[in-house]
């Protein structure tokens, strides 16, 4: 019997470690999915952090070059005045100095990467200058041609800081 009682427990047996077996690997298979999709969320958010990064690191330079943008605008009054007063300066010596302020505020400038819209002789842009007054052309002259710029415009690469007011021919 003791025999019998053997054959009878050894297929049980292996028929437990068969389920258990088969239980364990559907167990290590969810694990496994699990920590698959736990690897593609990180995946995820590691690249939604870093485009986050690089967004807010560009929104600080643009800013920063906005601010820095307000400031040079601020100073294009003080170099019409300059200019007007080297118009009307009478005395040499005095000439002499507004034009020494003039160039270096000319030259503070030009370290910033800001240049004269200088339309002269060329045909209205209305993506630099604004027009203020429009005059008959002359004999032989073109309409629609800036003829005179009344307050200078200044951009800074491609884009207009200030634009320039100008007269335009009818």
């Given amino acids: 019997m003791s ?4 054959e009878t ?3 049980v047996e292996g028929k437990e470690k068969k389920k258990t077996a088969k239980k364990l690997q559907e167990e290590l ?5 699990e920590a ?3 690897k593609r969320k990180w995946y995820a958010v590691s690249a939604e952090y870093e485009n986050y990064r690089r967004r807010t690191q560009n929104q600080a330079a643009q800013r920063y070059a906005d601010g820095r943008n307000d400031v040079i605008t601020a100073l ?10 080297l118009a009307a300066c009478q005395d040499e010596n005095t000439k002499q100095g507004v034009d020494m302020v003039l160039k ?5 400038l030009e370290g910033e990467g800001v240049e004269e819209i ?6 209205f842009d209305a993506t630099y200058a604004e027009a203020i007054m429009a005059m008959p052309a002359e004999e032989g002259e073109e309409s629609g041609i800036v003829k005179q710029v009344y307050v200078k415009g200044y951009k800074k690469g491609e884009k207009v800081l200030r634009y320039a007011q100008v007269i335009v021919t009818q």
């Fill in 118 to 123: 200088d339309p002269v002789g060329q045909p």
């Fill in 9 to 11: 427990k050894e297929p």
């Fill in 104 to 108: 270096a505020y000319k030259k503070v």
């Fill in 76 to 85: 294009f009054p003080i170099g019409d005045n300059l200019e007007r007063a």
């Fill in 29 to 33: 298979d969810a694990m496994t999915a």
């Fill in 36 to 38: 698959e999709e736990n």
């Fill in 3 to 6: 025999e019998e009682v053997k």
